[in-house]
């Protein structure tokens, strides 16, 4: 993904400033005291916003003490992910905290903080042949390389062949699902996951694919008790390195600071402790 911008007067004028100042021996840095941070608000158990409007979930708790560490007043506020990357490079937000898993491409156009979790991908469905033909297994290990993965791919092309898949658009996952299964099954794109769930739960599409922390929380709901994982779980370095925290280029120093936050967070077994209280399991990195 790729912006253009245009250059203002007003930008010029900055630059000017900035420069003057550099020149006179000082430098020009901005007040981070107070950091807009945007999540989707209905990633559950990642991040989810309940009847009063507060956000609440693993990544809400997680901001909450690392800005205490830094004595930052952070302003969770909720935005739909496929408008979120550009909204941070536009200046709307300083922070993007929604399971972004660090890829190659987005890394071209937002600057990544340590990973704070490492998970892996599922297939879900309703559907009971499907369910009975699709035992869960142990996980799948990818490199991201054709060639070493082919006959794991094969394996999963068999079992996907002729159905409808859903999946979110705009996820790490959605690559993956449209270049190894577009051309056996019909794919169908969702805003967001809770959609594909319903269509999932209701019989619309066969299967959908998804992150195993969402189809984990998302099957203890009473109105998906027909849906359950089915197959492998998919892991390993197909998906980069994880899940992070995702700031402006130009914002290095706040990136910084967050990574010396995190840092500590992961040594103390803060995001252990937040990880098993929401998901049950450890996805530290």
């Known amino acids: ?18 420069a003057s100042v550099m020149f006179s021996g000082f430098t020009l840095a901005k007040d981070w005291s107070t950091v807009r941070v945007a999540t989707e608000g209905a990633y559950e158990p990642w991040n989810t916003t ?16 690392l800005c205490t560490r ?6 969770l506020q909720a935005q739909d992910w496929d408008g979120m990357i550009a ?7 300083d922070v993007l905290m929604d399971a972004i898993v660090i890829t190659p491409d987005r890394a071209q156009v937002v600057a990544f903080s340590h990973p704070y979790a490492n998970t892996q991908g599922v297939f879900a469905s309703a559907d009971p042949k499907i369910i009975a033909s699709m035992p869960s297994t142990d996980v799948l290990k990818l490199s991201g390389d054709a060639t070493a ?9 068999a079992l996907v062949k002729g159905k409808v898949l859903g999946i979110q658009s705009g996820t790490a996952y959605t690559e993956f699902v449209e270049k190894n299964f577009n051309d056996i099954a019909t794919i169908r794109e969702y805003k967001k996951s809770g ?3 319903m269509d999932l739960s209701a019989g619309r599409i066969d299967l959908a694919f998804d992150d195993v922390t969402f189809f ?5 709901n009473p109105d998906n008790k027909a849906v359950h994982m089915v197959g492998p779980k998919i892991g390993g370095q197909i ?3 994880g899940e992070a925290l995702a700031f402006r280029k130009s914002d290095d120093d706040l990136r910084e600071k967050f990574n010396q936050a995190l840092t500590a967070a992961l040594a103390d077994g803060t995001v252990q402790r937040l990880s098993q209280k929401w998901f049950k399991a450890d996805i530290r990195p």
Not at 149 to 157: G, N
């Open 195 to 197: 959609e594909h769930m």
């Open 149 to 157: 993965d082919k006959a794991v791919i094969d394996t999963l092309k």
């Open 216 to 220: 984990a929380s998302a099957l203890e």
């Open 87 to 93: 909204a941070l490079n536009a200046g709307k937000f």
């Open 70 to 75: 830094l004595k930052l007043d952070c302003q």
């Open 1 to 18: 993904m790729g912006h253009t911008y245009r250059v203002t007067s007003k930008i010029l004028a900055c630059a000017a400033l900035s």
């Open 239 to 241: 998906w980069g390195p």
């Open 50 to 65: 309940l009847p009063s409007g507060e956000i609440s979930g693993f990544e809400p708790e997680l901001l909450q003490d």
